[in-house]
């Protein structure tokens, strides 16, 4: 695991290449935003809240693991809520959003390694279609590696440019799972579309628009792929009743979500 060794302000890790990288292609990768230490803190802290509230399936079962996930990571250690609320991972994120944004979840993304787990490639996707969230123009996923992530062990590929696609050719919304149309039946050109395959090493953070089609590869390497996936939303994103949203259906449809648990960056 490499990483750097002190912490840097977003100010220098941002290059304006970067952000015109991202405002074309709808994601862009920083190197080395966490220091080790930092890495190895949330790693511990991730594995942790693994062992302790034990993860989800994302995927068919068991047998059909894409990733195994713990939804809302930063409201189960303290280690996690700092990694939620970096400085320097949401001072970039608010650069590349060009708003207010605020925390919407996070999730613990773990890919097993073969030894223990034959995984499956992670679905062809973007992130709006299953956020309960309306309003959603600027929203952003960060995804942190907090181990080294080779091509190998499952890593994201990116569309690029396709957030910037028409609303008919997205699926821009679904209240349950059954709803989920493969991108190819809603976008066209999605076949014809070049691929970004980008991996990362620890504490590199790549920066993803919601409506960026990506997906991950499966994880063909004995080592676990650990990374984090946080979403930060609009400051005025209001709920949609949707998929993954028991934390907030006690919420009426149009409510806004700007109390504490969605914390202004
Ligand atoms: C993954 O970690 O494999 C998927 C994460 C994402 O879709 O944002
Ligand atoms: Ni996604």
């Known amino acids: 695991m490499t990483a750097r060794s002190a912490p840097v302000a977003a100010g220098d890790l941002l290059t304006d290449e970067a952000r015109r990288h991202y405002r074309e292609n709808g994601f862009v990768r920083i190197p080395q935003v966490l220091s080790a230490s930092e890495v190895e803190r949330f790693r511990a802290a991730s594995e942790e809240v693994l062992a302790r509230f034990g993860p989800e399936v994302w995927g068919a079962g068991e047998d059909e693991v894409q990733v195994h996930f713990v939804a809302q ?24 959003a060009a708003g207010p944004l605020r925390l919407y979840s996070t999730d613990i993304l773990l890919k097993s390694g073969r030894k223990k787990l034959n995984t499956l490639p992670t679905i062809v996707h973007d992130d709006e279609t299953g956020l309960p969230l309306h309003g959603i123009d600027r929203t952003l996923t960060a995804w942190v590696a907090l ?23 997205r699926q821009i919304h679904m209240t349950s799972f059954a709803e989920y149309r493969p991108i190819a039946d809603i976008w066209p050109d999605y076949d014809w ?15 993803h628009h919601c ?54 960056l």
């Open 193 to 207: 579309h070049p691929r970004v395959t980008v991996p990362l090493r620890a504490g590199d953070v790549a920066f």
């Open 147 to 169: 181990v080294d992530v080779p091509a190998e062990s499952g890593c994201l590929t990116y569309l690029p440019g396709s957030h910037l696609r028409d609303d008919a050719e």
């Open 73 to 96: 990571a930063w409201l189960k250690h303290e280690a996690l809520r700092d990694l939620a609320l970096h400085p320097a991972i949401t001072g970039i994120a608010k650069r590349l």
């Open 211 to 264: 409506r960026t089609v990506h997906m991950a590869g499966a994880n063909l390497t004995d080592n676990p792929r650990m990374g984090h996936g946080i979403v930060y939303m609009d400051d005025g994103a209001t709920y949609r009743p949707g998929t993954e949203d028991a934390h907030i259906s006690h919420m009426a449809p149009g409510d806004p979500l700007d109390n504490e648990k969605f914390p202004l």
